[in-house]
């Protein structure tokens, strides 16, 4: 049940971001609503999967030219790391060998999962987890 509910949280937050960037997330209402920590929050989402520099500026519904601007932040503090080029596209991900991140991830599963476990415990025959 926990799994199917990470995923429906998962395609919610994806729904959310492509339709509007109204609906925020927990972890950006707790640390505020940034273009770094909206390009945190979706590879936090999106777990090991690799994206290129325009994916990444399209789902965190920020633009290409404001993830430009903060990028040099994100490989100096080993946020991201580049994982792979497919022709001229260069694909990056969130670096989980970073200890920081680490901490990140696993507080991010347990508050997801533990709102989905809420919700459920309040509407046991109810599974969307909405």
Not at 69 to 80: E, F, G, T, V
Not at 101 to 125: D, E, G, M, P, V
């Given at each position: 049940?926990?799994?199917?509910?990470?995923?429906?949280?998962?395609?919610?937050?994806?729904?959310?971001?492509?339709?509007?960037?109204?609906?925020?997330?927990?972890?950006?209402?707790?640390?505020?609503?940034?273009?770094?920590?909206?390009v945190m929050d979706y590879l936090l989402t999106m777990g090991e999967l690799d994206f290129s520099?325009?994916?990444?500026?399209?789902?965190?519904?920020?633009?290409?030219?404001?993830?430009?601007?903060?990028?040099?932040?994100?490989?100096?503090?080993?946020?991201?790391?580049?994982?792979?080029?497919?022709?001229?596209?260069?694909?990056?991900?969130?670096?989980?060998?970073?200890?920081?991140?680490?901490?990140?991830?696993?507080?991010?599963?347990?508050?997801?999962?533990?709102?989905?476990?809420?919700?459920?415990?309040?509407?046991?025959?109810?599974?969307?987890?909405?």
């Open positions: 049940m926990r799994r199917y509910c990470l995923k429906i949280e998962r395609f919610k937050y994806e729904l959310d971001s492509k339709i509007t960037m109204q609906n925020k997330s927990l972890f950006i209402e707790f640390m505020g609503d940034s273009p770094t920590i909206r520099i325009t994916d990444m500026a399209e789902n965190a519904g920020i633009g290409r030219a404001t993830l430009y601007r903060i990028w040099d932040n994100l490989i100096k503090n080993s946020i991201i790391v580049h994982t792979r080029d497919i022709g001229k596209a260069k694909l990056f991900k969130l670096n989980t060998e970073n200890p920081k991140i680490k901490k990140l991830i696993i507080r991010n599963s347990w508050t997801r999962a533990s709102l989905c476990a809420s919700r459920s415990h309040r509407s046991f025959w109810n599974m969307n987890c909405s």
